[in-house]
């Protein structure tokens, strides 16, 4: 599976952003699919995630009203709508994916070491 993340940029305090990651190699509909991030200095921490069938999500305090996570099985891809962001949520952002067949937990949707697949990583950077 490659996860191939892209949206990301440059944008003013206040203003939105919207991040794709696009799966390829096999459907994606069995997995959990996350959004991470890591700045400088900083362990990676989960900022959103998402059960398989879009029901079930998780939200860091920190992004909680602000960004919003969705996926499309039928294309594959996992969103993270980003709107009015903070110079704090400056980092790189990656999406992941782990698959599961059973019922998922936010504990487990929440940790990067549940997570198998990983994209490269795209850069957010939110100026003052």
């Known amino acids: 599976v490659q996860l191939q993340a892209s949206g990301g940029g440059l944008v003013q305090a206040g203003g939105s952003l919207r991040l794709s990651c696009e799966a390829s190699g096999r459907f994606l509909d069995t997995d959990v699919l996350g959004w991470f991030r890591q700045a400088p200095g900083k362990e990676r921490e989960c900022v959103a995630a998402i059960s398989r069938t879009g029901i079930n999500t998780y939200y860091a305090d920190s992004v909680k009203g602000r960004f919003t996570i969705s996926r499309d099985n039928a294309k594959n891809t996992v969103y993270l709508q980003m709107n009015s962001l903070k110079p704090e949520d400056t980092a790189v952002y990656y999406c992941?994916?782990?698959?599961?067949?059973?019922?998922?937990?936010?504990?487990?949707?929440?940790?990067?070491?549940?997570?198998?697949?990983w994209g490269q990583g795209t850069q957010v950077t939110v100026s003052s």
């Open positions: 992941a994916a782990y698959q599961v067949w059973t019922t998922e937990t936010m504990g487990e949707m929440r940790r990067a070491s549940s997570y198998d697949y």
